[in-house]
């Protein structure tokens, strides 16, 4: 029985998470010589819609019009806040009444999470929203997997995370052989599983493997909100002050006081400018004691005070 999925397109949508959608169930048909699958596009105003790279995609359907579909996923990119209109949520929630099956792409997850959708569930979204969709949800359990695809809502982070994704739905519709026929159509050798995480890990990134500094590391953005001393995360790592300073000083060229506020102003940084969030609740969020102690701060290391962050974007 062919499987309609129905892509609801967001303005400045990802081209790349879209490709990567789209492509595996074109090839699965391909592959298996048989109408598996089958799509069509959506847009607010039912006639295109423009994706991140000024690419132009004809679509099908309006929102006021929505196909019946096995599954509808939600493909958006880039400003995804500025495009979550009354319409769209509209939709959506319409379709989520009629026991439609919804999942987002890349950023989609905010527009279900919007929508109210994603309460109390596991959610993946790109690794650029973390911090931004924590602050604004923090009702849902964000993890950092590529996808999340055993909760009512599947969600993948974007980018090729799509197409495991794709890869994944494909296998449980129709087996492991057809799913690796169709990585293998793709040349994609690298195909990975939910519980893959988005960024390579620390020791990948510093060519070391030293679990004393990840653990560090770890515990640092644990306790970003309420930071403890250099002498603490020591001791909850199991070695001395001494021994962490050096840690940091040969794989990182840095002491942990000043990578840990650098790591604090990094999320207030992506706070101010994806979120409509004050100084002062940012300021609070990355453990500042005082706004006036955070602008100090914030304004020595990027040259421009917090409250002109955002007008610099403009």
């Known amino acids: 029985m062919t499987q309609h999925f129905a892509f609801v397109l967001v303005e400045e ?9 789209v492509e595996p169930l074109r090839i ?5 010589e048989q109408e598996l699958y089958r799509w069509s596009f959506v847009s607010e105003q039912g006639e295109r819609a423009v994706c991140s790279n000024g690419s132009v995609t004809l679509v099908h359907h309006g929102f006021d019009n929505v196909p019946r579909c096995d599954r509808l996923l939600v493909l958006s990119g880039i400003h995804m806040r500025n495009h979550v209109t009354k319409p769209l949520l509209s939709a959506l929630r ?26 109390g569930m596991q959610a993946a979204i790109h690794w650029e929203y973390h911090d931004s ?15 999340v695809a055993d909760e009512k809502h599947v969600t993948a982070s974007g980018g090729t995370a799509t197409a495991d994704l794709m890869l994944h739905l494909i296998e449980r519709d129709h087996g492991y052989d057809l799913s690796v026929a169709v990585a293998d159509q793709m040349v994609y050798s690298a195909v990975r599983n939910a519980t893959a995480e988005q960024k390579v ?45 050096r840690l940091f000083g040969k794989y990182l060229n840095t002491s942990p006081k000043k990578y840990f506020m650098e790591m604090r102003l990094d999320r207030a940084r992506n706070l101010l400018v994806q979120t409509e969030s004050s100084v002062t609740d940012v300021a609070f969020a990355c453990g500042f004691e005082s706004p006036g102690h955070f602008s100090r701060v914030y304004k020595a ?14």
């Open 13 to 21: 949508f990802s081209h790349l998470a879209f490709s990567c959608a």
């Open 28 to 32: 699965a048909n391909l592959v298996s």
């Open 94 to 119: 319409r379709e989520k009444a009629q026991g439609t099956r919804i999942g987002a792409l890349c950023s989609g997850a905010w527009v279900l999470a919007e929508a109210g959708f994603l309460d």
């Open 133 to 147: 969709f924590m602050e604004a949800f923090p009702e849902v359990n964000l993890v950092r997997s590529v996808f």
């Open 201 to 245: 890990s620390l020791q990948s990134r510093n060519g070391m493997r030293n679990t004393h500094l990840a653990r560090a590391i770890q515990l640092m953005q644990d306790q970003i909100g309420d930071p403890v001393s250099p002498t603490v995360i020591a001791e909850r790592v199991g070695i001395s002050t001494r021994q962490l300073e």
């Open 301 to 314: 290391a990027f040259g421009i005070k917090p409250t002109h962050q955002r007008d610099r974007l403009t």
